[in-house]
């Protein structure tokens, strides 16, 4: 389950989980927002999902992974657009730029289609596996954080995480990752 950074009002009765496994070579991540989901800024579907920059300034599903004890990371942003970016870091916040051995990140994305009630309860799915042997040595062992920006209508961004460990919310934290 994952917690908000800040414990706030229109955040109740919203629930965030995600689920990871890493079999030596392959990632698999599934999210599941469960809620008032009218609320919130959720981008239409696009007609053609690409890769995208600025995802994570609005609704925005992320992970953030690396090898324990190496400096380098990567960095993934999931909306609910379909579109997608998957990020590779030299350490602890420099060198971002797209990480050139991806091209394509096919998710799947199960979200409502209509808005019957701003009230009623809805949810929204989205998961992925992504092979990492371009990026990992297989067998390697992975250490993750699975994260989202929420973004309501009308109180803008929260952040959410496994595990909040600084005094401001920082996904790019290294101990903040947990081991798979």
Same mark, same amino acid.
């Given at each position: 389950m994952l917690a908000p950074f800040r414990s706030e009002p229109q955040l109740e009765g919203l629930q965030l989980q995600a689920t990871a496994t890493?079999?030596? #070579?392959?990632?698999?991540?599934?999210? %599941? =927002?469960?809620?008032?989901?009218?609320?919130?800024?959720?981008?239409?579907?696009? #007609?053609?999902?690409?890769?995208?920059? %600025? =995802?994570?300034?609005?609704?925005?599903f992320e992970a953030f992974f690396g090898v324990p004890g190496q400096p380098q990371y990567w960095e993934i942003n999931l909306a609910p657009s379909g579109d997608w970016n998957l990020y590779a870091l030299s350490a602890y916040r420099e060198g971002l730029r797209p990480e050139p051995a991806v091209s394509r990140l096919?998710?799947?994305l199960v979200r409502p289609d209509a808005w019957p009630d701003p009230s009623a309860t809805q949810e929204l799915q989205l998961s992925f596996e992504l092979d990492l042997r371009s990026l990992i040595k297989a067998a390697a062992p992975l250490e993750l954080s699975a994260t989202a920006v929420l973004d309501h209508r009308e109180h803008g961004c929260s952040y959410w995480a496994w595990r909040h460990t600084g005094q401001e919310a920082d996904f790019h934290r290294r101990d903040s990752f947990l081991p798979l």
């Open positions: 890493w079999d030596g #070579a392959v990632l698999s991540l599934h999210y %599941g =927002l469960c809620g008032a989901l009218a609320a919130w800024r959720l981008p239409p579907p696009a #007609a053609q999902p690409a890769r995208r920059d %600025g =995802l994570w300034q609005s609704t925005c096919p998710f799947r």
